[in-house]
């Protein structure tokens, strides 16, 4: 087994200049100063997949390079915007996936970090969707990191060049990053869970 945290890092939306894949590239960013090992799933890999159905069994190889991918990992960065108040249909359909684990040995995400990351126009869709993200995490098992980043973009968040103009919005997005990666140390040292 290679000694380096693997972080998984899932968000985005297939929109050009997605801002919730924006905000997850830099908590991974994050990450990897922490010495992580990143893989990201981005918004056009999320809107590809097929729409999850319970008895279908088939899987393409999008869909098994992520399930293998999940569960290689150490932790996870999940990056949603709030749609209506909740999360987009397609992140909930990549996390509908990780049933694939059910019967692991490790199931869901047990025992993984996971960090939770919004952007919406508003404030109550930024908490209401980071509320829905934390409860999916305790469902599938995971530990949600104590901070949780919720970004209003109603505002422009980057420049042009992917960098982010607000640099306390910066400093809480690479708080997510680094308490998904000091978790999942702390977990493979034995000092957590
Ligand atoms: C279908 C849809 C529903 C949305 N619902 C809300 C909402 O309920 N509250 C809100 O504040 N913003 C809402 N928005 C705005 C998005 O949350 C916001 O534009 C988000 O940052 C888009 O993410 P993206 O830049 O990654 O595509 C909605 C946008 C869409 C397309």
Known sequence: MSSAIRILVIGGTARAGSSSERVVRHALAAAEAQGAEVELFDGPFIAALPLYVPDRTERTDAELRFVEAVRRCDGIIVGSPGYHGSLSGPIKNILDLLEDLSRDERPYLDGRAFGAIVTAYGWQACGTTLVAMRSIAHALRAWPTPFGAAVSAS??????????????VAEQLAIVGRQVTDFARWRRSGLAA
């Open 155 to 168: 505002a422009p968040l980057f420049d042009a060049n992917g960098d982010c103009l607000d640099p306390k």
